[in-house]
């Protein structure tokens, strides 16, 4: 018989645990600056769970914080301020008012404001009267002056009479001296203009005292405590009214009064005038050129005095000065020297001895190639007996004759130190060479001279036996502008958050400046901020409690979570150190780079001092 069997096995499908997914990328920033949030998230799909398999451990999203720079703040006006006191009471001034970039002020970066911070208008346009007409009275004794010069004295006294003077709109100050010879006494005043209009006498406009100080009746005087503003009473205005030569006066146009008896007093006051603008001089001629070859520079200035501003007017527009190219001609790239002296000649070239000649006596010429970079000619001429002298050409390459003039040389019997070098200034010793027609004559008749061109001599002395001569000259070289170098690199931030500052340096020799060459435009030195995010938490901790932990403390090797997941394994691996600082060997703590081979142990395993941070 057949026996038929069947399996009895247990078909349950085991059950299969979760595992993460990768994280998405992170989400845009939820601020441009200020502080942000951005989060990513993972599935748990990497398998799913299923068949009762258990669900991923840990958090499905992370976040951190982002664009935590402050914002930039646009400036903006304040208000304009009040407009300031005219320059001028007629004929035209000006007067401005400003404002401040403060409302707000310009940070983190935020543009400035626009515009200017101030602003102009004219103001007392009126034409200035070409004259005024001065009416003084006095007890006793009236003088006048107009800019400090005394103009009229007048004794008839006792309130008869009045003092009258025509004053000249240009004049600055009118002065009045009042002497009392007994009793009380005071002064009255009153201006018109040419058309008889009252102008500018006020009580108050004029200043007085019992004490005369130099100056006090020019204009400009500032004066000291004893000057006070004139003033009259009540009761002293009822009586001088009463004054039989005031009367033809208007009553408001009283200088002072005082009840001193016997005494003197004295007014001034500072008269208005236009003011005047700025006017530029011609220019000045042309300035030698800087050099002789391969370009200089040449200037020419003027003055801002034609006429000169004056009373609140404007300085001249524009520069007192301005340049142009010159002697743009290529220079040679060297220089031919001939040098013929009697007896011994020793020739220089930028202090350096080149050649001792001992021939003498007029028997040969020395000569000498000098490269178009030298600063400086020096000739010694030494004389073992009889009359002597030193005679110099210079040539170009292509033969022509070049700087050699008798005055563009400098000649001495007294050495100094430095003498043959570039940028000596001599002494009252150093003359320019010079040379008379009879020792020209004697020197055109010396064979070795023959050679030469005939005002080509330098210099010629008739000196006794063994004397010395010192000759030089400065060579005009090419001016050369300095240039920037490349930056170096950024230094390390000031600060590891909340905005530090980093720099770079270059220098002024790419090339650097010769020969009155212009140095280089603007600083050697740029900075930057830095690491400008808050310093504030970028990472949370994960026991539930709400602590904060700074970035920068992250992965340091110190706990500062409770439950220490600022520093765990799974985040430090993949955290990235940033600013100033660096991972150790084990890929799981930051250290600072300062602190690398500092023979002090940083990295919990040592690699801050050992070959693996290259000590």
């Known amino acids: 018989a057949v026996v038929s069997t069947q399996s009895t096995g247990n078909t349950k499908k085991c059950p299969i645990n979760g ?9 845009s920033c939820s601020a441009d600056c200020g502080g942000g949030i951005q989060t990513r998230t993972r599935s748990c799909n990497n398998p799913a769970p299923a068949h009762g398999g258990s669900y991923c451990e840990g958090l499905a999203s992370e976040k951190q914080c982002c664009n935590t ?16 006191t005219c320059s001028a009471k007629c004929g035209g001034g000006k007067q401005t008012r400003t404002r401040s970039c403060n409302n707000p002020a310009p940070a983190h970066g935020g543009s400035n404001c626009e515009g200017s911070d101030s602003e102009s208008q ?13 009416q003084i009275i006095c007890d006793d004794v009236t003088t006048i002056f107009v800019d400090g010069e005394e103009k009229i004295v007048d004794g008839t006294g006792n309130w008869k009479e009045m003092a009258a003077l025509k004053i000249p709109a240009s004049a600055s100050a009118i002065g009045i001296k009042c002497l009392n010879t007994g009793g009380a006494y005071g002064i009255m005043a009153q201006v018109n203009d040419e058309n008889g209009e009252e102008l500018f006498v006020t009580d108050s406009s004029w200043q007085c005292s019992n004490q005369a100080q130099d100056g006090w009746s020019a204009g400009g005087f500032s004066g000291g405590a004893s000057w006070k503003p004139a003033a009259v009473t009540e009761n002293q205005r009822d009586y001088v009214q009463d004054t039989g030569a005031w009367k033809g006066m208007s009553p408001n146009r009283k200088v002072i009064w005082t ?12 008269l208005p005038k236009s003011a005047v603008d700025g006017g530029w001089s011609a220019f000045s001629s042309w300035s030698s050129c800087s050099a002789d070859c391969g370009g200089g520079t040449q200037t020419r200035t003027r003055s801002c005095n034609n006429p000169a501003p004056v009373h609140g007017g404007s300085v001249c527009d524009g520069s007192d000065s301005e340049s142009q190219s010159c002697n743009t001609d290529e220079c040679p790239s060297e220089y031919n020297l001939q040098i013929i002296c009697d007896d011994v000649t020793t020739i220089f070239v930028d202090g350096e ?11 040969e010429m020395a000569a000498l190639k000098i490269p178009a970079s030298a600063s400086a000619i020096g000739i010694k001429c030494l004389n073992t007996g009889g009359a002597y002298g030193i005679m110099a050409q210079v040539n170009d390459e292509n033969g022509e004759e070049l700087f050699v003039t008798d005055s563009s040389w400098q000649c001495s019997n007294q050495a100094q130190d430095g003498w043959s070098a570039g940028g000596f200034s001599g002494g009252a010793s150093w003359k320019p060479a010079a040379i008379t027609e009879k020792q ?32 030089r000259k400065d060579l005009k070289n090419k001016a050369v502008d300095g240039g920037w170098s490349a930056f170096s690199s950024w230094s390390l931030c000031s600060a590891d958050c909340g905005g530090g500052t980093k720099t770079r340096t270059r220098s002024c020799n790419n090339p650097a400046p010769a020969h009155g060459g212009s140095v280089c435009e603007g600083s050697d030195l740029e900075s930057q901020t830095c690491n400008t995010m808050k310093c504030k938490k970028c990472w949370d901790c994960t026991n539930g409690e709400d602590l904060c932990v700074f970035w920068f403390r992250t992965c340091d090797g110190v706990d500062d979570c409770v439950d220490g997941s600022d520093e765990t394994e799974e985040l430090c691996a993949d955290f990235t150190c940033r600013g100033t600082r660096t991972k150790c060997e084990d890929g799981l703590q930051c250290v600072r780079k300062k602190n690398l081979c500092d023979g002090e142990k940083d990295c919990k395993d040592g690699s801050d001092e050992t070959a693996f941070s290259g000590c």
Do not use: Q
Request: charged share 25%; proline share 4%; glycine share 10%.
């Open 19 to 27: 595992g993460w997914g990768a994280f998405s990328p992170w989400s």
């Open 69 to 84: 720079n402050e914002c930039p703040v646009d400036g903006g006006w304040s208000a304009y301020s009040a407009w300031s």
């Open 353 to 363: 001895e080149k050649i001792v000649d001992g021939t003498g006596n007029w028997k």
């Open 122 to 134: 004219s103001c007392n346009t009126d034409e200035c009267p070409s004259e005024y007409n001065l």
């Open 440 to 471: 020209g004559a004697y020197l055109k008749d010396i064979k070795a001279w023959e050679g030469m061109s005939p005002n080509r001599k330098v210099i010629w002395t008739d000196s006794g036996a063994d004397k010395t001569v010192y000759c």
């Open 259 to 270: 009840d001193n008896a016997a005494g003197t007093v004295y007014c001034r006051k500072d």
